[in-house]
């Protein structure tokens, strides 16, 4: 069975730019998470998704956006990014209601300039 | 908002000992508690959890226990191996499933060194 996939997997930005994360989940699995991860703050939840619908968001800026499609892919988007905001973004993988574990993808490397 | 504090945040063993990483958490609701192995450019690994109705578990190397009244958990490895080298975090959530099971709090993690 395949992994979770996160593309890019290394991007580069300047300031005030907005970019899209993509994550397709481990196929069958129906819930989607994204965590934000710095030298600084550790691992951070961002929000997380199931059927399309958002279920949960932490604190972070309007900025941060997502969306999940039907097929269970996600999106996550950062508009007017802020050096702050390079970080690695981290996808994880939840099979559905019922279960806990989250497999997380190699995560997008993402550098603010 | 739940807080999970972690320690040590360096750890360093040699080669075949034991190596104990503990966790405290602050909110009582919490009821699952996952622990993930990152190494190097990779994604965390989940190594073992555990539920809240559950006092201890254990998978070859790995145990993980669970004290629900002092509301902290710990990770045990033993025989350690070099390739046990890589941060460890551990983390919990309050999620039931109804609402949600994503929001997993992070500790801030641990970093093993295993000298062969």
């Known amino acids: 069975k395949a992994g979770v996939t996160q593309t890019p997997r290394y991007l580069i930005k300047t300031r005030g730019q907005q970019v899209t994360l993509s994550c397709s989940p481990i196929s069958g699995h129906r819930s989607v998470s994204w965590y934000q991860q710095t030298p600084g703050q550790g691992l951070q939840f961002l929000f997380e998704?199931?059927?399309?619908?958002?279920?949960n968001k932490g604190n972070f800026p309007g900025r941060f956006s997502g969306r999940q499609f039907s097929n269970s892919r996600s999106e996550m988007n950062v508009s007017t990014l802020e050096l702050g905001d390079s970080a690695l973004y981290l996808c994880?993988?939840?099979?559905?209601?019922?279960?806990?574990?989250?497999?997380f993808g190699p995560g997008t490397r993402l550098t603010v300039l | 908002g739940e807080n999970v504090e972690q320690h040590p945040s360096t750890l360093s063993v040699q080669e075949g000992d034991s190596a104990v990483i503990k966790c405290t958490y602050s909110d009582s609701a919490s009821n699952y508690f996952p622990w993930y192995k990152q190494e190097l450019g990779k994604g965390p690994q989940l190594i073992i959890d555990?539920?809240?109705?559950?006092g201890e578990k254990k998978d070859q190397r790995i145990a993980v226990t669970l004290n629900k009244t002092a509301k902290h958990f710990s990770l045990h490895i033993t025989e350690t191996q070099p390739e046990d080298s890589a941060v460890y975090f551990c983390?919990?959530?309050?999620?039931?499933?109804?609402?949600?099971?994503?929001?997993?709090?992070f500790g801030q993690g641990t970093i093993l060194t295993v000298h062969p």
């Open positions: 983390a919990a959530t309050t999620g039931t499933g109804g609402t949600s099971y994503g929001k997993l709090t």
């Open positions: 555990i539920r809240s109705n559950v």
């Open positions: 994880a993988s939840i099979p559905g209601q019922g279960a806990r574990e989250q497999f």
């Open positions: 998704y199931f059927s399309e619908t958002q279920r």
